[in-house]
């Protein structure tokens, strides 16, 4: 017999890990109610559609991981001491990493999605710019180290993304990162 009531965090949480190992294939509410033990009306009675579903998961991946990073690092005082824990907290291997990728596959369906990835992508990029400028830059030059920085970021996440992250991973960033970011 099926659980009546299931919390939307639980959906929430699930269809986090579903979009991050299928992207939004993966989003399919008989197996999710099944797996949660409920029936797929809980899933309707808070999300209504498969679409307003996703969008509360990018809100969520959004404040997990772009406005958490941010609240962590801002709590500190200086540039230097920002930057080197952004670049610790960015560059850690995350089991769910995978859902920015299949976001921005997603993205190129949805006009509406992608201009939210291109915000997600702007606030990350600034916030970076905003460190560097604290760390001695000028506004130009962290700019483009900010937006290098990000590409970086991207490009390493993928360059790992089915390989175990070596536990030094943060000496192989920054020795990558110096030849553009002196820290």
């Not at 890990?17 to 099944?34: C, P, R, T, W, Y």
């Not at 679409?51 to 005082?77: A, G, H, P, V």
């Not at 190129?108 to 905003?130: G, L, M, P, S």
Request: hydrophobic share 35%; net charge positive; with cysteine.
């Amino acid at each position: 017999m099926p659980k009546i009531i299931v919390k939307k965090e639980e959906w929430i949480n699930l269809g986090y890990e579903l979009f991050a190992e299928q992207g939004d294939s993966g989003i399919v509410v008989e197996k999710m109610a099944k797996k949660l033990k409920v029936n797929k009306s809980s899933f309707y009675w808070y999300f209504k559609t498969k679409e307003n579903f996703i969008k509360e998961l990018i809100m969520f991946y959004i404040n997990k991981e772009t406005t958490r990073i941010i609240d962590l690092t801002n709590s500190l005082q200086v540039g230097l001491e920002k930057f080197k824990t952004f670049i610790a907290l960015i560059y850690k291997q995350d089991p769910y990493f995978d859902f920015v990728f299949y976001l921005k596959r997603y993205a190129r369906k949805k006009k509406e999605i992608q201009t939210i990835v291109d915000e997600i992508d702007y606030k990350r990029i600034e916030y970076a710019c905003t460190i560097l400028q604290e760390m001695g830059y000028s506004k130009q030059e962290a700019k483009i180290k900010a937006t290098f920085l990000h590409k970086h970021f991207i490009g390493y996440h993928e360059t790992i993304r089915y390989k175990e992250q070596s536990p030094d991973y943060e000496k192989e960033v920054r020795k990558e990162l110096n030849l553009v970011i002196k820290y």
